[in-house]
């Protein structure tokens, strides 16, 4: 199902199918593997972890994983690769529809509507435009309005995970939505790698590697967590583009990363530290609590980076009253 044909505001006669388009129709079809990339390319978890809840409509509190489907990982390979594969599944479900449980009918058509609405809020977001539940009731299969609101969780938690943006309710009298980037990040790489997806997630990941494993991660430890993503160097991923070149150039460009040679390495080693951007735009602390939030615990389950971002908000606490400019009367400013 495509959000163009239900959206008047994008009807069939306009000539929508430009390349981020394309691309925007390969992000519904393998969002969800990507989902499950993303969160089992995390750290492991503290054995003190909480399970996932096996049932029920999602909350904020709820863990991402409670939200993926239940087949393994998955890898594309190419667009072709994909159409034979949904192919293959249309006709094996076509052949045999009679003999499947109703339920999961039902489980997948919510997770097509789940797919539509992440493909629909993504070119919200490259138009600038804003969101109504209107038009996401417009999306979503009249059957399935009354799941309204897993639908839309999971829609949302799929845009955190994935592409590092938030879908926010910024008017709640109207029911108005913006899409908005996470952690108080500026940058979306839309102009990087593919044109026009959003990469804030790969980055997001790569942040919090580098902050799990000691505030530095060696160039073979942040390939090791993009390759559970499909992500690898020198090969063009089928959404994001080919990466190292968006990780060691443009993401260092950008000020987000830093990329440097060990000193006396030989072979040449390279590790990856947080750049001065990304100390500027966001903290540790909200690192860690995405982390958390995508293995379904809390922060303090990780108790050194727990302690180290806490110290890192006491710090920026005192930085701040201390570039606070006092009055002669010794008032703040503001």
């Not at 008047?8 to 390969?26: K, M, V, W």
């Not at 409670?66 to 998955?74: F, N």
């Not at 982390?291 to 971002?309: C, D, I, N, R």
Request: aromatic share 8%; net charge negative; glycine share 6%.
């Amino acid at each position: 199902m495509s959000f163009q044909k239900k959206n008047p505001q994008c009807s069939p006669d306009q000539p929508l199918q430009t390349h981020s388009e394309t691309q925007g129709l390969e992000v519904e079809q393998e969002s969800e593997a990507l989902e499950e990339a993303c969160v089992f390319s995390h750290p492991p978890m503290p054995s003190s972890s909480k399970e996932a809840p096996d049932a029920g409509i999602p909350s904020s509190s709820e863990s991402p994983q409670s939200l993926c489907p239940t087949s393994g990982v998955t890898t594309v390979n190419s667009s072709s690769e994909s159409a034979e594969s949904s192919s293959s599944q249309e006709e094996e479900s076509s052949t045999s529809g009679s003999g499947l449980d109703p339920l999961n009918l039902s489980t997948i058509a919510i997770d097509e509507n789940v797919a539509t609405l992440v493909n629909f809020l993504l070119f919200k977001y490259k138009m600038k435009e804003p969101i109504t539940k209107a038009d996401i009731l417009n999306i979503i299969s009249k059957e399935y309005e009354d799941h309204f609101i897993e639908i839309f969780l999971r829609a949302s938690l799929r845009m955190e995970i994935i592409f590092g943006l938030d879908v926010k309710e910024v008017d709640p009298t109207n029911h108005c939505y913006a899409v908005l980037i996470k952690l108080g990040l500026t940058y979306d790489g839309m102009l990087h790698g593919e044109i026009g997806i959003p990469k804030t997630g790969i980055l997001i990941v790569i942040l919090g590697a580098i902050f799990m494993k000691g505030n530095r991660a060696t160039e073979e430890e942040i390939w090791e967590v993009l390759g559970v993503m499909g992500l690898y160097p020198g090969k063009k991923h089928y959404i994001f583009g080919e990466p190292r070149k968006l990780i060691t150039k443009y993401f260092v460009e950008e000020e987000y990363l830093m990329f440097e040679k060990v000193a006396n390495s030989d072979p040449a080693e390279f590790i990856f530290l947080w750049g001065p951007r990304a100390h500027a735009e966001t903290t540790k602390m909200q690192v860690l609590e995405f982390l958390a939030k995508v293995h379904g615990t809390v922060p303090s389950s990780f108790p050194p980076q727990y302690e180290e971002a806490l110290q890192d908000e006491e710090e920026r606490a005192r930085a701040s009253v201390s570039a606070t400019p006092i009055d002669f009367h010794g008032h703040c400013q503001f």
